[in-house]
């Protein structure tokens, strides 16, 4: 009997419904994209009944692919983290938008509680930073400020994208995963329930959250009527979680960069959880039989976003991919730098008040210099994050990069030459929804580890540094100068 994964990746601009075999060989994807709603600076939002219908559409054309749900071993879920959902119970309908990772309407209460001093408080259990980022915030918004989710009292169900869907998927059951659960700045990292403390800062009902389970086992079972029969939910993952496992980052200080809408870093801390020095986060990798491994993370808001907002709403792009071609056919970058803080700036500056800005524009500059720029500070954004790394006692050794961006084979070759280190890009790039049918290809039996589960990774292609040093130097230190003036406004 062939041994079908399903797994769910639900991004932040799309979700889609992808068919793996035990192998980790991909056999069909369906896509659907997700409209982005952004009523005021600062605020993106998400329909949660829009994230739903589409999810379902894919997953049933998927299955009918496959020729049923009897040929579904397993499902995966891999998800956008942090981005909040409340729905009532009794119905599964949301009760108001989704409120998505980057939005950044509580900076105002994260910066009265670390004027408060909470700040080390918060970071010592949660291994994460006070910043809007974070789920806790975005769910004490939605208490204080929807009359909607008020009025739901017994019926109100708080979650990030993954509880939601297994909700509807199930039928009711209200589950998270744990590496799910960290992000939400509502759990302890060694802590196997939310913290009563942390929900009281955020005045949040214990009873309205969901049950933190593993990240690989048996999570739950689909509704029947949903694809025809019955099928076991086995892994759930963040989406970055996902992409460490997809990249086989097993090991203790194997680090991975995936390039999507943003930029994240995750370095395998094993058992024990880190603790950041240096302004990166601890979060949870995974936790299968109750055992957590931990990962050393950075965020950086803007990546593969930064070339959607240059195309869709500056127009200096036809298309993401006339990035490269334009890169290529300058020189150099003409002394132009972009900072991208289109969302604030993540780590390891954590300034959700900071503005993007675009330096050192002359009559000799070209829209090619600034698409140069653009991609540029991709590698610039890693440089910070790898310098916060090591002073944190982690020092890449080299670097497993996927995501949507890492199509572009200047940008691969510009992160090895300014990070000065062997970059290693995977021949299949969807390393997220790999990693969410390794955890499923476990839960559900089909491997025993996910160390085992590694075979289905596909080879890597390799980039060694090629650059002068002086040149990398001078590069630095326009960047220095540039994101120094960004961060003093």
């Known amino acids: 009997m062939a ?16 068919l793996f075999d035990r192998h980790g060989k991909l056999h069909g994807s369906q896509q659907e994209a997700l409209q982005q ?12 009944q829009e994230i739903w219908d589409k999810t379902l559409r894919c997953c049933q054309k998927m299955i009918e692919q496959a020729g049923g749900a009897d040929k579904i071993t397993a499902i995966g879920i891999t998800n956008q983290r942090e981005t909040v959902v409340a729905w009532d119970k009794r119905t599964g309908e949301p009760l108001c938008k989704a409120i998505v990772w980057q939005d950044r309407r509580t900076a105002e209460k994260c910066n009265q509680l670390k004027a408060d001093g909470l700040e080390p408080r918060i970071q010592a259990k949660t291994g994460l930073l006070l910043d809007p980022y974070f789920s806790g915030s975005k ?14 009292g017994d019926n109100l169900a708080f979650g990030t994208i993954e509880s939601y869907l297994i909700y509807r998927l199930t039928g009711g059951q209200h589950v998270t995963d744990a590496s799910n659960a960290s992000r939400t700045m509502l759990m302890a990292l060694d802590g196997d329930d939310w913290d009563d403390d942390l929900l009281a800062l955020f005045a949040i009902p214990k009873k309205a959250l969901p049950r933190i389970v593993d990240c690989a086992g048996t999570i739950g079972e689909t509704a029947p009527g949903l694809f025809g029969g019955a099928i076991a939910i086995c892994g759930s993952a963040g989406d970055q979680q996902a992409a460490t496992i997809g990249q ?36 949870v990798l995974y936790q299968h039989q109750g055992k957590r491994i931990y990962a050393l993370e950075g965020s950086v808001f803007v990546a593969g976003s930064l070339m959607q907002w240059l195309r869709d709403d500056i127009g200096l792009l036809t298309f993401a991919g006339e990035s490269e071609e334009l890169a290529r056919s300058v020189e150099d970058n003409g002394g132009v730098y972009l ?32 698409a140069r720029a653009a991609l540029e500070s991709m590698s610039y954004q890693c440089h910070d994050l790898k310098t916060a790394f090591s002073a944190d006692g982690v020092d890449w050794q080299n670097l497993r990069i996927d995501g949507g961006m890492v199509v572009n084979d200047w940008m691969v070759q510009d992160l090895a030459d300014i990070l000065d280190i062997t970059v290693e890009r995977p021949e299949f790039f969807e390393t997220t929804a790999l990693g969410a049918a390794m955890l499923a290809a476990v839960g559900c039996g089909i491997y025993p ?13 390799v980039h060694q540094p090629d650059i002068d040093p ?12 540039a994101i120094d003036s960004v961060l003093a406004n």
């Open 339 to 370: 900072v991208p803080a289109l969302s604030g700036l993540g780590a390891p500056h954590w300034r959700a008040d900071a503005t993007a800005s675009i330096s050192g524009l002359s009559f000799s500059s070209k829209k090619a210099h600034i």
């Open 470 to 481: 002086d040149i990398r130097s001078r590069r630095l230190a326009g960047w220095e100068k």
């Open 139 to 152: 769910i004490g918004w939605m208490l204080e400020n929807c009359p909607e989710v008020r009025a739901a």
């Open 449 to 461: 580890t996910l160390d085992a589960a590694s075979v289905m990774i596909s080879e890597l292609d």
């Open 248 to 283: 086989a980052c097993l090991q203790p200080g194997q680090t991975k960069a995936t390039f999507g809408t943003g930029a994240f870093i995750l370095t395998n801390s094993g058992d024990t959880a880190p603790r950041s020095e240096n302004r990166l986060l601890a979060t």
């Open 37 to 48: 709603y952004y009523p005021a600076p600062g605020l993106v939002e998400h329909d949660a």
């Open 3 to 18: 041994q079908n994964i399903l797994v769910i990746d639900e991004g932040t601009t799309s979700t889609r419904a992808m």
